[in-house]
């Protein structure tokens, strides 16, 4: 299967403790997408790499969030001190410029839960 | 700013009526609009699109959505119900601050179609 994918499907972090999620987007894709998803809530837009140049940042994503792209190829969501409020589903997406395409294809998401 | 409202939560059709879940949308410019389905703990599934062309579009799985620009909405449509396409549906537009095709999305309709 070629989709994008991520790990880990689940999380159960206790509060404080830090976590780190990735995504690995449809091959040759070269945008790759962050979102949050809490229940009862459409995605939430969190950040957007071209490549590995972090281009976009949401307001949503305070300072305790980190994403990296390295190579241009897979991403990490890393938060820090993790809070209760940060239990949400975390959804990757990635799209390729031009060609006319423009929709996004999602990964299954990572969910997380704050304890 | 751009938003998306999907007025109704939750839409009951028998299976073998039609159907149509409703968006409208406001945004700068030109819209680009797209209805993802969503199931039960997973990702986001691309449906269909519109980007330029004509108003009527079809899409995966026997949908389609009519574009009408005067009253801004986006609607998505099927002739006949199955009682598979239960799910989560999202309308979402293109926001075209810096170009980074970043998605805004409703809050969700259910869809419950039954026998």
């Known amino acids: 299967d070629t989709g994008v994918s991520q790990n880990p499907r689940h999380k159960i972090t206790k509060r404080g403790q830090n976590v780190t999620f990735r995504c690995d987007p449809i091959s040759e894709h070269n945008r790759l997408y962050w979102y949050r998803q809490t229940l009862g809530q459409g995605p939430e837009f969190l950040t957007y790499?071209?490549?590995?140049?972090?281009?976009?940042k949401s307001r949503l994503l305070s300072d305790r969030f980190s994403a990296e792209r390295p190579k241009g190829s897979f991403s990490t969501l890393e938060i820090q001190r993790t809070e209760q409020g940060d239990s949400a589903m975390y959804l990757c997406?990635?799209?390729?410029?031009?060609?006319?395409?423009?929709?996004?294809?999602f990964g299954p998401g990572t969910r997380l839960t704050v304890t | 700013a751009q938003s998306v409202a999907q007025p109704e939560d939750q839409v009951n059709v028998a299976e073998g009526n039609p159907l149509t879940v409703k968006c409208t949308y406001s945004?700068?410019?030109?819209?680009?609009l797209f209805w993802y389905v969503q199931y039960p703990n997973r990702g986001l599934q691309f449906l269909l699109k519109?980007?330029?062309?004509?108003?009527l579009v079809k899409g995966s799985y026997g949908f389609e959505a009519e574009f009408n620009k005067s009253q801004t909405s986006f609607h998505l449509k099927k002739p006949s119900a199955l009682v598979s396409d239960s799910a989560l549906y999202f309308c979402?537009?293109?926001?075209?601050?810096?170009?980074?095709?970043?998605?805004?999305f409703g809050t969700g309709t259910q869809l419950k179609v039954e026998l």
């Open positions: 790499f071209q490549n590995e140049a972090q281009l976009e």
């Open positions: 945004v700068s410019g030109n819209p680009y």
């Open positions: 979402a537009v293109r926001a075209l601050t810096g170009g980074g095709n970043k998605l805004t």
């Open positions: 997406a990635s799209s390729v410029v031009g060609q006319g395409s423009y929709e996004q294809y």
């Open positions: 519109y980007i330029t062309g004509d108003n």
